[in-house]
């Protein structure tokens, strides 16, 4: 079936859209893209899909929405937000083409002197999509320095003097997978450093700790990852290792800084002394530690997973307070009150 094809069968009310990509479809290697950042007018030369529903197998299959050398045309994006529809999806091996298509996008408002909100989608889907061929390439090195440029791009766009902390709500990913939950733990960070009104030094830090914090999950089973409350013993320690085998891996690059390696050891270190896979104590703990544990823990007990819907951030926050560990709050009580603080301008 082709593009043209589909869009007359969503037209006419023919197909059923699946709105959310779930585990249980089987393993696709299709990857979410937010049709915010497409462009009508433009000629793509990359393929996009869209989830539909197959009626007999009620599972879901990829289908060709908009065909690559074809001109998007903005009825089309109409067509999907009348359904509900908010993301399409493409294949991996056009990865790079999308970052190229991105680049050319963000060129469009480098010269404008307030750039619209709508750019941090295009900052958001960049790093999810850079983050994706990080963790797939042998050589990590060139994608931690576009990392580098893109998390500093941020860092600017967030230190306009309005600052859209709406806005930072409003894009994070609410499905939770490795590499959306990097991606709105690494923007959750530097939204906090420029609300702390710390420096663009420790934003940039933070910013590639959170896209990378996890990059020791790809050494283990995902099936591990995704089933924490069943775990045995044994699974649960090959688990606890994911910081060391993350930060082992970051520390052969000299494009990521140390600091930042340090932080991906360390982000599940608790205030009482009680996390891993060091048990620092807070004292122990690199100063940025305390907040690269808290935003990890909102965003991963917030987000939708195939088990159940994510918390609400009131609801979040209140478990937070209340997580003790052997010898007190696992999160540190400062470190909490900035992040209320925070989420109430979101």
């Known amino acids: 079936m082709d593009a043209k094809y589909i869009r007359k069968q969503l037209t006419d009310k023919k197909i059923k ?3 959310r990509y779930s585990r249980r479809l089987g393993g696709s290697p299709f990857v979410p893209l937010s049709h915010k950042i497409l462009m009508p007018g433009e000629r793509l030369n990359f393929d996009v899909y869209l989830l539909v529903k197959e009626e007999k197998k009620g599972e879901g299959k990829f289908l060709p929405y908009v065909q690559a050398g074809e001109v998007l045309k903005s009825e089309w994006i109409e067509l999907l937000q009348g359904v509900g529809i908010d993301r399409l999806y493409l294949h991996p091996q056009d990865l790079e083409k999308v970052v190229a298509y991105l680049n050319n996008h963000l060129q469009t408002y480098s010269s404008r002197e307030e750039p619209p909100p709508e750019q941090m989608y295009l900052f958001r889907e960049h790093l999810h999509f850079s983050l994706h061929l990080a963790f797939s390439s042998p050589k990590m090195g060139p994608h931690i ?3 580098k440029d893109m998390v500093g791009n941020i860092i600017n766009f967030l230190e306009k003097d309005l600052a859209p902390w709406k806005l930072i709500s409003e894009i994070l990913y609410k ?4 590499y959306s939950h990097s991606v709105n733990v690494s923007l959750l960070s530097m939204a906090m450093v420029v609300f702390l009104r710390k420096s663009k030094g420790d934003g940039l830090i933070l910013g590639l700790a959170g896209l990378f914090h996890d990059l020791g999950l790809t050494r283990i089973n995902k099936e591990i990852d995704y089933n924490k409350e069943g775990l045995c013993q044994e699974d649960w320690e090959i688990l606890k290792d994911h910081p060391a085998v993350g930060y082992k891996l970051l520390q052969s ?21 009680s996390g891993y896979p060091q048990g620092l104590t807070l004292a122990q703990q690199h100063p940025w530690t305390r907040l690269m544990r808290l935003v990890d823990a909102y965003d991963s007990i917030t987000s939708h ?9 009131f609801a979040a926050l209140k478990l937070l307070q209340e997580q003790r560990g052997p010898k007190g709050p696992v999160f540190e009580a400062e470190t909490l009150k900035y992040f209320i603080r925070f989420l109430a301008f979101t």
Do not use: I
């Not at 499905?175 to 490795?178: E, M, R, S, T, V």
């Open 17 to 19: 859209v699946l709105r």
């Open 305 to 313: 997973r195939p088990s159940g819907p994510g918390h609400k951030p």
């Open 253 to 273: 690059y000299t494009a990521m800084p140390e600091e930042a390696c340090r932080l991906v050891l360390e982000h599940h270190e608790n205030a009482d002394g």
């Open 145 to 147: 320095n576009l990392a």
């Open 175 to 178: 499905d939770y997978n490795l």
